[in-house]
């Protein structure tokens, strides 16, 4: 079943602006990462916050966990035209096979110059 | 270097046919997936072997065979192709390392193969 539901679904803002996307899950992690995907292309990593984590910071991102709410954001700060992409909110379960993943359903932010 | 390779990157088929596709990481990992991503962007976990072993089989058609000849290479191979086998799939790896204490889990992803079946 599908575990991230992400907010908003689009977004679009000028260069140098702040990005804001969200995410809300629904059972526990074990931690919680975020990708980037340009336009036919594959996933990129781009940070992972463990359960224990309440915020982590990667260059201009920043991301928050909240797991007594279910959550997580995703900050992109000073917003550049490179950034248009894709962003992915991906949940690492506590139980379960492998490490296996589970994807919210994105954000498609455009960075206008 | 290509960290992780996916071949073909197009494929373009009759319904009914059987094909594959191939997967191979150089990064030394132990565990690789397949994912499919559909029309609408959402990803969904088809199955993962560690060091050859298959660890995760999700609600897949048993169309869908996947096969891993070393922990380098996991191959898709898919019979009678349908319409909804329409998607991108992406291969990924990953170290699984429990020392690493959750980090092991950042997934390193193929560029995908778009699979249309007409």
Redesign the interface.
């Known amino acids: 079943s599908?575990q991230g539901e992400e907010d908003p679904q689009a977004l679009s803002i000028q260069e140098g602006e702040n990005a804001t996307m969200n995410c809300s899950y629904k059972t526990s992690i074990?931690?919680l990462?975020w990708?980037r995907?340009n336009s036919?292309?594959?996933?990129?990593?781009l940070i992972?916050i463990?359960?224990n984590e309440r915020e982590k910071h990667s260059g201009r991102l920043r991301v928050t966990l909240d797991t007594s709410k279910k959550s997580s954001s995703l900050l992109i700060t000073a917003s550049r035209a490179a950034d248009t992409a894709?962003y992915?909110c991906a949940t690492?379960g506590l139980t379960?096979?492998?490490?296996?993943?589970?994807?919210g359903?994105?954000t498609q932010l455009k960075v206008e110059l | 270097d290509t960290a992780?390779s996916q071949t073909p990157k197009y494929l373009v088929t009759q319904m009914g046919n059987d094909k594959s596709i191939k997967c191979e990481q150089n990064l030394g990992h132990d565990?690789m997936y397949w994912y499919k991503q559909d029309s609408?962007?959402?990803?969904?976990?088809m199955f993962?072997y560690?060091n050859k072993e298959l660890?995760?089989n999700e609600t897949v058609p048993n169309r869908f065979s996947p096969k891993s000849p070393d922990k380098a290479h996991l191959n898709l191979h898919i019979n009678s192709l349908e319409l909804g086998d329409s998607a991108v799939y992406?291969c990924?790896s990953?170290q699984?390392d429990k020392r690493l204490?959750?980090?092991?889990?950042?997934?390193?992803?193929?560029?995908?193969t778009r699979l249309t079946v007409l």
């Open positions: 599908q074990n931690n990462q990708y995907q036919g292309r594959g996933l990129v990593h992972l463990r359960s894709s992915f690492a379960g096979g492998g490490n296996k993943l589970t994807f359903t994105g | 992780v565990t609408k962007k959402f990803l969904k976990i993962s560690n660890i995760i992406f990924a990953s699984d204490a959750g980090d092991s889990d950042t997934q390193y992803f193929g560029p995908g």
